[in-house]
């Protein structure tokens, strides 16, 4: 049976979705909601914000919508799955209940500690003087985090006591990313991975592990943002780790949301840490990771649509994986994660020859501008990691360009 798709998004993500998806017998057309530049090539653009619920359902319906796949954490947030579970319609996504685990901090924190799940210690606050005292009393680093959605920037490392004041100042007193509280967590040291599985209920379908890298500019150096680059597989992660991962988090999490009446399905997205040789949990993700999804899914060799199939019926599947690395690397807009222009034209792109997706973009009168802060993602493959650095920082010399910047040493240190 071939099927009608429709993503939910615009990122980068979703265009590693839609790519994915344009490789299954099983898909018949591919509608993207709101879609970008580069989407366009493989789908059609349907012009609905991700945030209108009203209007995503009306068209998923009219349009006779076999699947929708959500990427944003947005549209989850906003109960856009509640909402098509109720009419019928089958979309693969948490309910708004369960996006909580992404949404709120706090619940996701609370959660570990009732169910013993592997994690920093932490306390909330919602009173900047109690949480400086707190930060004061402690040890520096301290990780302080917006208990909410921030876009993937409201994270903060402090490296110093300012460092944590200006942090809390801003999310506490100038409300940054709105109203709401803080959770300080204690410090952990260690290389970071992110481990993404695709959940329905208890059944738990692990995809292949990546890791991407936070900071602006090279040598982890300046501010968090959404992502500049990832790799997969990692290769510090062996078998024995990445299982260690599956039994004493992701499947103890899927299992406690479905003892607490919670039942998660969708993407269970597991950001973690080596710390002393163990896995522990930095945050949870309710939804494909940006810039992840785009270096996991091009080394799926099952079918993707089956895949996805499989998790919103709970299904058996077990998903087969090519063995070659692929690296990504972002352009994005001089400024960013701050204030930046759009606007700025891309050439040189029809010369790549490896997969390139498009984060931020529109396409004008034939040419690619940017119009977000992440702009491309451009990937390399190979069949060792070093290999597919050179292969993606071969293709990102052939972008021409003003007003834009990439980090030079993404999978460096492991390539």
């Not at 653009?45 to 699947?67: N, R």
């Not at 007193?173 to 204690?186: C, N």
């Not at 738990?204 to 890791?211: E, G, K, N």
């Amino acid at each position: 049976m071939s099927g009608k798709v429709l993503v939910v998004g615009g990122g980068g993500r979703c265009h590693a979705i839609v790519d994915a998806l344009s490789r299954s017998p099983r898909v018949s057309k591919i509608y993207s909601a709101p879609g970008n530049g580069g989407i366009s090539a493989q789908a059609e653009i349907v012009p609905v914000p991700v945030s209108d619920v009203e209007a995503l359902l009306k068209f998923a319906k009219e349009e006779g919508i076999d699947l929708t796949i959500v990427g944003p954490e947005a549209s989850l947030a906003l109960g856009i799955v509640d909402a098509f579970r109720k009419e019928g319609l089958r979309i693969f996504g948490p309910t708004k209940a369960a996006a909580r685990i992404e949404s709120s901090k706090e619940y996701a924190k609370d959660l570990m500690a009732r169910h013993n799940i592997p994690t920093a210690a932490y306390r909330t606050f919602d009173n900047f003087d109690e949480a400086l005292a707190y930060v004061k009393a402690g040890p520096i680093p301290v990780v302080i985090k917006y208990d909410g959605l921030a876009a993937g920037k409201g994270v903060v490392v402090a490296l110093t006591l300012k460092e944590a004041e200006d942090a809390l100042r801003d999310m506490l007193l100038d409300e940054t990313f709105g109203k709401g509280r803080v959770v300080i967590e204690e410090f952990l040291d260690g290389p970071e991975f992110s481990f993404m599985c695709l959940v329905n209920g208890g059944k738990v379908y692990p995809l292949a592990i990546a890791r991407d890298h936070k900071r602006a500019y090279d040598h982890d150096m300046g501010p968090n943002t959404g992502g500049m680059g990832a790799y997969s597989p990692v290769p510090f992660v062996t078998d024995e780790i990445r299982q260690t991962a599956l039994d004493t988090i992701l499947q103890p999490v899927a299992d406690a949301m479905v003892e607490e009446g919670v039942p998660f399905t969708g993407v269970l997205y597991g950001g973690l840490i080596l710390h002393n040789g163990t896995p522990k949990v930095i945050e949870f993700n309710a939804r494909f990771g940006d810039p992840e999804t785009e270096v996991v899914l091009p080394r799926l060799a099952s079918d993707f649509y089956e895949l996805i199939d499989a998790a919103v019926d709970g299904r058996d599947f077990t998903p087969e994986w090519r063995p070659e690395s692929v690296l990504g690397v972002v352009i994005a807009a001089e400024g960013y994660p701050g204030k930046y222009e759009k606007g700025h034209a891309l050439r040189g792109l029809e010369n790549i020859s490896s997969p390139v997706y498009h984060m931020g973009t529109v396409v004008r009168e034939g040419e690619v501008l940017n119009a977000g802060g992440r702009v491309l993602m451009v990937l390399g493959e190979g069949k060792t990691l070093a290999e597919a650095r050179k292969e993606a920082y071969k293709a990102v010399g052939k972008v021409e360009g003003n007003g834009f910047f990439h980090r030079s040493d993404i999978g460096a240190r492991e390539a």
